[in-house]
């Protein structure tokens, strides 16, 4: 079904998409070179966690680490004040608090006047997230400016042996995610990481309202996915809160943050009975193919 069907069809409309824009002028054209590169999200995302920035625990083993860096508009230069930035990562056995009201190693902070932030707290560990796979130490960051669409991704240390057989932090995507970790004067460490901001597709509301809710699989109706709205985006529901996916045209959307070799993506089609069906296509670790058929519940 197009684009232009599937508006006229179900009375639902989206916002224009924008192209991202990460380019300078280096006196003779344009060049893109200050791209900040998206990663999965990951299962254990949580919203709500507390305004601080300083999240170390000193009662537990962990070398502290301050992150810092700036958050800049998509001009990759003026300071974009203001922005909401959430940290969250894994504690010193590789664990996530996923349910506590302390959401340990979890916290979010605004961006100052000149685009700066700043966290403090222990340097995440590698840890199995399969049997025989291990997962390179990282902090996650989602930032949420008013303006552009939340950016989300993952960042990874110099060193780390576990990189190279990472399918993400090996990626070509992640090059620039790859930090290296400074040791300043008084012992502490130091990562930095400016973030440059991209405009994308925005999803009106009334769409969203539309297809959120329960898809039952045809083959097996034991087998469902959940689907809500969480500021204005499309989340399918997980144990912890959910996935987050984007808008990319003709009722499509897509994981966000996904390297381009392993997408999972939703089609979603209006039926003209009104019921909507869904095609879910994912890649898993083996780059082996799956397509579940779902129906949404009336």
Known sequence: MHRSAFIKNSALCVIAVSTYGFIRFDGDHYVA??????DILGPFYRPGSPVRNKIALHTEPGDLVELTGTIRHTDCRTPYKNAKIE???CNAEGEYDN??????YRATTFSDENG?????????????????????????????PGEYQPFITQLYFAGDSYIRDDFYASSSAAEKRILTIQKTSDGTRKVIFDVSMAETSRVDSPMLDKLVGTYLDTENNKNEVTFFKHDNTLWMKNQTFGYRFV???????????TPPKKPWTLHFEIQPSGDIKLTENWTDMNLVNHTFISMKEK
Request: proline fraction near 9%.
């Open 33 to 38: 070179d200050c791209e900040t590169t998206s």
């Open 87 to 89: 940290l969250w990562h």
């Open 247 to 257: 808008y990319t045209g003709d009722n499509r959307f897509e994981s966000y943050g």
């Open 99 to 104: 349910t506590s009201p302390e959401f340990r």
């Open 116 to 144: 700066h932030y700043s966290f403090i707290t222990n340097l995440p560990v590698p840890y199995a997230d399969a049997p025989k796979h291990m997962r390179p130490a990282h902090f996650h960051l989602m930032i949420t």
